[in-house]
């Protein structure tokens, strides 16, 4: 008697949806990896420009304390 089971279609279409799964795992993975990279250049950015600024200002400090 034939026992039911997996045929090879149904094998086929298994290994291909798990494939896919994995692709789809690592897009996210890679997604994910820009994220983190693109927050931590923001940050950098944000970080120098707040020093920048802060520099200007004690530079202007100075100069005014210069003119006095």
Known sequence: MWKPGKT????QFAATQKKAKQVVREKEKLEQERSDRMAK???LRLAKEAADEQAAEVEKTATETKKT
């Open 8 to 11: 090879k279609a149904e094998e």
């Open 41 to 43: 250049l923001r940050a």
